[in-house]
């Protein structure tokens, strides 16, 4: 009953931490514009996000435009759409072999080893997933925490933390919870086969040799 409460957490999890990958990858907040200058009245927004830009007007008019050339985008910018993309593809294919390790959970009697296969796949995958996520995402809120506060930055260039960052790193928490759990339950299936099982690998050992005895005998006959 624990390890079936395990599995459907992890899967809750891994969901959520899919949807949120797709949604910080799509999103355009991850720079946002800052005001350090005391202006009580800010007319404009400007959100910074890997795909676009977006300028806010007083939240009731919103411009977006797409970058123009992908060549001339920055190289971090180029390794963080790939390592995100890579990681939607990722956290699809992790949810999708969790759905069916938990789908056939009720087999393992029959199969342990091979139904435990999906549950170790999909952790595995969950863990890089989190992983994927996280370098994007903290290397972005690093770059933008040092240029906050680095003098030599002028104000009009500085940028805050976005929405899309805290998205990314709740996804990331939950994609490693997810995959935390699913390799904890494949230890304890494999774990529990051996023991429930122990004398299949001795039965298989000891099978050749018993078969070879009557032969020599046959032969020492003849």
Partial sequence: MACCVLQITGLIFGGIG???TLAATVMPQWRVSAYLDGNIVVFETIWEGLWMDCISQLGLRLQCKFYDSFLALPPPLEAFRALMCIAVVLSVLSFLMAIVGVKYTQRTKEDPQGISIFILAAGVAFLLTGALVLIP????GGSIIRDFYDPEVPVPLKRELGAALYVG???TALLIAAGAMYCHFWCWADTSA?????SLSRHSLRKPGAARGPSLGVHAYV
Avoid: D, E, F
């Fill in 18 to 20: 899919m949807v949120g």
């Fill in 169 to 171: 790193w709740v996804s």
């Fill in 137 to 140: 995402v903290s290397w972005t």
């Fill in 194 to 198: 051996k023991s429930r099982y122990p």
